[in-house]
Nanobody, 121 residues
Framework: QLQASGGGLVQPGGSLRLSCAAS????????VGWFRQAPGNEREFVAA????????QYASTVKGRFTISRDNAENTVYLQMNSLKVEDTAIYYC????????????????WGPGTQVTVSS
């Protein structure tokens, strides 16, 4: 089971850190991705990290503003989001898979409920 947390309401230009914690599963065996879905839109890729954290991949819309990291000792993956924009508003989901880093939802095996991020003044 994956659980995303850390969402909330923030003003444009602000920051949030999302966490993805796993129970009953060792995250260090998996690539972990973050995706987001805004109302009326398809779920889109945000970022992904390799099992030992040596490789990160980002969507062009968040590169330079978001940072994905992991602490395998804590069985947790993080998404640090800085310089947030109104268009970052969405439900954010974390997911894990064994097919390596990928921006396609179909390559991930496990999903948890999302956490709402709202960027508004």
């Amino acid at each position: 089971q994956l659980q995303a947390s850390g969402g909330g309401l923030v003003q444009p230009g602000g920051s949030l850190r999302l966490s993805c914690a796993a129970s009953g599963r060792t995250l260090s065996s998996y690539a972990v991705g973050w995706f987001r879905q805004a109302p009326g839109n398809e779920r889109e890729f945000v970022a992904a990290i390799s099992p030992i954290g040596s490789i990160q991949q980002y969507a062009s819309t968040v590169k330079g503003r978001f940072t994905i990291s992991r602490d395998n000792a804590e069985n947790t993956v993080y998404l640090q989001m800085n310089s947030l924009k109104v268009e970052d508003t969405a439900i954010y989901y974390c997911t894990a898979g064994t097919s390596g880093l990928n921006s396609n939802t179909g390559y991930y095996d496990y999903w948890g409920p999302g956490t709402q991020v709202t960027v508004s003044s």
